[in-house]
Every structure is written in structure tokens, then in C-alpha cells.
């Protein structure tokens, strides 16, 4: 994923900047970057490896190198940026947040059209951003070549542009799969994916810019480039998992959206299950995003909420990092600390955000039994995720048979029972107990339920045909 943020004002902005790109950094652990407008100096760029610290410890000689009336900022989960860039449009630092799954056929189009180049990293990749502001050049103003880049791209782009007199040029992905927020105060605007981060600075709420719609920015006002589309598709995980707490995403908050998304699922249970959840003992999540959730399902269903392991953080305090896989599954385990008294010979059910490939969900599980608990039921915020994230790349699967629910049906009744996803999303189905049944044997669960997908929906509370549902059921 990854995440941006920047202002435009008439006073030095670049502390508040630095703020508000930092308080992205639940959104990516790979590249943090800064670009600042100063009338003397002009355009500057910092970018640096995030990878084995945080953005602020990073940036926190910036002050002494940069300042600005304008700036941008970037946490980004794959490319360097923000990128600055010289073209017929001017110079400007871009950078931007999404997926481009057709890169490869783009790069070779415009190197045979073009006659011209590209920086290349290692192993010989393009840049996105590089990529994305190739794009927009080719036409003679940033909108035509915003709009030019979103209709060749297949998959998803936000972009935040900073320009060489200070202006923003914000434009969302032409379907709105994600958000951005704009605020206001008396010298300014800022652009943030989300909002409580310029919200913390003094900002008040603007608006949202709808679906492919594209604004200019200056401490004056802000002008429409380009109005928005029809079509929104604005991914649910936004408040199932990866949206921070304190947003509010299309004027649904992502903490209130959970306490309903666990009260749901304990009414389900309740109906579905009668008399299992009067044998639980305590409730909990699995920290942190699982939490909320597991507090509405336990207020619901009237079980006491209690944090039986606590993520241990000073130290570690992104579960992301470190980059290499059995590394974070490591850490995942040393930080997981057991409140005894809370564990031992206790029913435990636990809410996660999703069940993705589980491998770090199996070694809470075991932590659990190997510090005493009777029984681990486990409950899931979102449904079976059964296909693998081509607009966000949120799951960081790189095939759908990275999905343990995958894996598990074709265990049950191979390469056949991929054609009955449907059912095997339903836990009302001989197929849906099915794949239930096996994943609690394969992970020692006492008892396994997801979420539904009407469920879900009806937590956000948002029309179903504005949501992206695409990892849980494939439609576009």
C-alpha cells in the first residue's frame, strides 16, 4: 500500500508535513519521502530507506535541509518517492499510491513511441512514479495527462503532484478504490489519504474528491480540473483492516464501522450457534486491528473482553517489518507477551481482521495452547479472502494460491472446487462447513466462522454497488 499527504500554504509547512506524512506510516515500511516548494530555493527532494526505522527518525534532520511554503510527502510500500521530474508541463515532484499491473506493456509502448528512456533500479525495473509521470507528459496539461495515465493504467492510482510555483494537483483513481480527504485552515489546504492526519494539525474537514476527479490547490482556493466519475469502487479492507482507527472514509468512521462489523458477527452466532458463546470465557482480538472488532462482538454478545496477550512494541512497533517474511514471522512471535491468569484453562474466542495465508495466525494459535488456554475459537472480521489483490496489492499475495482458503479447497477436492467459490464462501454450505471444518483441524481452532459478505456491507453502510468486494468475491 502506501500513503500521501501535503499543504499548500502561505507560511513554512514543511513541520506540519512531516507530521502528516508520518502519521501514514501504518500504510507502508519500504521508502519515505519529502519534496518541498521554497520561492528562493525552489523544488528539493529527500527520499530514504524506512525498511529498519521509522519515518521520523529518518527525516529528523529535515528541518535543516528543507523548508517550504508547499510540500509533498510519501510512505510507500514498493518504489522510491516522490519523484521530481522536468517536461514540457514544468518541473514538479509526483508521486503516487496504488498498483499498475500492466507496467511491462506501458514501458515498452512508450519506449517504441517515444524513442526516449527510463531510469532503471535494480534488475533493470521502472519506477512506478517514473512511469506514471512519463505518462501524464505526453499530453499538454497535467489534467489530459492525469486522465491519459488512468485510462491506460490497469489497476489503481492516486496521484499528489507539487509544483514548481507551489500549487497541489491532487487527482483520485478513476473508480475512488482509495480515498483522498482535503482540509482547510486560514493560510491553507492540505491533501491526506487520511484525514485525522491534517485533522491533528489544525485543518478542518474540506471534502473528499469523488472518483477520478482532479483539483488544483494554492493557499487560495481550489480549482476543479477535472469532475468526478460515476463509477466508485472503494475498497472495503479500507475499514476492515488497513484503514487507521480515527478516519472516516465517504463519512463512515473505520472504528465505529468494527465495533458494528463484531456485533454482527456475534448475532450471527448467537443464531447460528446456539449456546457456544455462553461457554467463552473472555473475548479478545488479534492485536491490533482484529481489536475493535472483537469489542463490538463482545458488547454484543454480553462475553467480558479481555486482552489475554499483549503486543509487545517499544521495540518493534510495526508489524510489518522487518521486509523478509520468516523474519516478521519471528518478531510477530517474540512480541506477543501471555497475561497468564487470563489464558490458562480458559475458552478463548478471538476476532482477526481477515484470514489471509495464516501463517502467523497458526503460531498465535499454538502460543495460546502452550500458555494453557482450553479451547482457541477463532472469528473472522471479513469473509474467506478468495482472490488475491490486484488493485491494491493489500494481501501481498502474489497468487491467489497464497490464500489458505485456496489451498484448503483444493486439499478438500482439488483443481475442481475452485469453480464453487461461491459456496465455499458460505458457511451455510456442505462446502462452507467443509472448508471451516479443515481450517480448524489444520490450525487447531475449536471453532471457525468468517464473517459475511452482506455482513460486512451492511456494516459500512454504504450502497453495495459503491464497495470494492473483488478479494472476497471476484467481481470488478
Same mark, same amino acid.
Given at each position: ?6 499543504i ?6 514543511? &513541520? ?26 525552489? =523544488? ?60 511491462? #506493456? ?30 501524464? /507528459?505526453?499530453? @499538454?496539461?497535467?489534467? #489530459? ?31 475512488g ?5 482535503? @482540509?482547510?485552515? !486560514? ?9 485525522? *492526519? ?39 479492507? =479500507? ?20 465495533y458494528?462489523?463484531? *456485533? ?5 452466532d448467537? =443464531?447460528?450457534?446456539? @449456546?457456544?458463546? !455462553? ?13 475493535p472488532?472483537?469489542?463490538?462482538? %463482545? ?11 499483549i ?17 516478521? /514471522?519471528?518478531? %510477530? ?20 481482521d ?11 494459535? #499454538? ?13 473472522s &472480521?471479513c469473509?474467506p479472502?478468495?482472490? %488475491?489483490?490486484?488493485?491494491? /496489492? ?9 490464500l ?16 464453487? =467459490? ?26 471457525? !466462522? ?13 450502497? %453495495?454497488?459503491e ?5 472476497? /468475491?471476484?467481481? #470488478?
Open positions: 500500500m502506501g500513503g500521501f499527504f501535503g499548500t500554504s502561505r507560511r513554512d509547512c514543511l &513541520a506540519d508535513v512531516f507530521f502528516g506524512v508520518d502519521y501514514h506510516s501504518h500504510l507502508g515500511t519500504r521508502r519515505g519521502g519529502l519534496a518541498a516548494y521554497d520561492p528562493k530555493i525552489g =523544488l528539493q527532494r529527500k527520499i530514504h530507506n524506512i525498511e529498519n526505522a521509522p519515518f521520523r527518525t529518518k527525516f529528523d534532520h529535515v528541518f535543516e535541509e528543507m523548508r517550504g511554503t508547499s510540500a509533498i510527502g510519501c510512505i510507500s510500500d514498493t518504489d522510491p518517492q516522490p519523484l521530481l521530474a522536468r517536461s514540457k508541463l514544468g518541473t514538479y515532484a509526483i508521486c503516487m499510491i496504488g498498483v499498475i499491473n500492466n507496467a511491462q #506493456e506501458l514501458i515498452d509502448r512508450y519506449l517504441a513511441q517515444t524513442g526516449s528512456y527510463f531510469d532503471s533500479m535494480t534488475g533493470g525495473r521502472v519506477n512506478s512514479t517514473d512511469l506514471i509521470s512519463a505518462l501524464i /507528459n505526453q499530453k @499538454g496539461s497535467f489534467a #489530459e495527462g492525469i486522465r491519459f495515465a488512468n485510462e491506460q493504467i490497469e489497476g489503481t492510482a492516486s496521484i499528489l503532484i507539487l509544483q514548481e510555483d507551489g500549487a497541489l494537483i491532487a487527482a483520485r483513481d478513476k473508480v478504490r482509495l480515498p483522498i480527504c482535503i @482540509g482547510h485552515n !486560514e493560510t491553507g489546504y492540505a491533501v491526506s489519504f487520511e484525514s485525522f *492526519a491534517y485533522q491533528k494539525m489544525g485543518y478542518e474537514d474540506e471534502r473528499e474528491l469523488g472518483p477520478g476527479e482532479i483539483v488544483r490547490l494554492t493557499p487560495q482556493g481550489i480549482e476543479q480540473l477535472a469532475a468526478p466519475g460515476k463509477k466508485k469502487r472503494i475498497c472495503s479492507f =479500507l475499514w476492515s483492516y488497513y484503514g487507521y482507527p480515527t478516519s472516516t472514509y465517504e463519512g463512515v468512521n473505520v472504528e465505529a464501522m468494527r458494528r462489523n463484531g *456485533a454482527i458477527m456475534a448475532i450471527n448467537r =443464531l447460528s450457534r446456539p @449456546g457456544e458463546t !455462553e461457554q467463552i470465557d473472555y473475548v479478545g482480538g488479534v492485536p491490533d486491528s482484529g481489536t472488532h472483537a469489542i463490538g462482538y %463482545a458488547n454484543q454478545s454480553g462475553r467480558p473482553f479481555a486482552r489475554a496477550f503486543k509487545y512494541t517499544p521495540t518493534w512497533s510495526r508489524s510489518f517489518m522487518p521486509a523478509n517474511q520468516a523474519a516478521r /514471522n519471528r518478531i %510477530a512471535k517474540m512480541k506477543q507477551i501471555p497475561v497468564n491468569e487470563l489464558i490458562r484453562g480458559k475458552n478463548l474466542l478471538f476476532v482477526d481477515s484470514i489471509v495465508r495464516g501463517t502467523q495466525l497458526k503460531e498465535t494459535v #499454538e502460543f495460546l495452547y502452550e500458555s494453557g488456554a482450553k479451547a482457541v475459537h477463532m472469528r &472480521a469473509p479472502i478468495m482472490y %488475491a489483490c490486484k488493485y491494491l /496489492n493489500f494481501s501481498r499475495s502474489n497468487s491467489d494460491m497464497d489458505i482458503a485456496r489451498r484448503v479447497i483444493v486439499e478438500l477436492e482439488g483443481e475442481e472446487g475452485l469453480e464453487h =467459490l461461491e459456496e465455499y464462501s458460505d458457511g451455510n454450505t456442505a462446502r462452507g462447513q467443509n472448508l471451516r471444518r479443515a481450517i480448524c483441524e489444520k490450525f487447531h481452532f475449536a471453532s471457525l !466462522e468468517f464473517q459475511s459478505l452482506e455482513g460486512v456491507i451492511q456494516a459500512i453502510g454504504l450502497p %453495495a454497488c464497495l470494492c468486494t473483488y478479494c472476497w /468475491n471476484g467481481k #470488478e
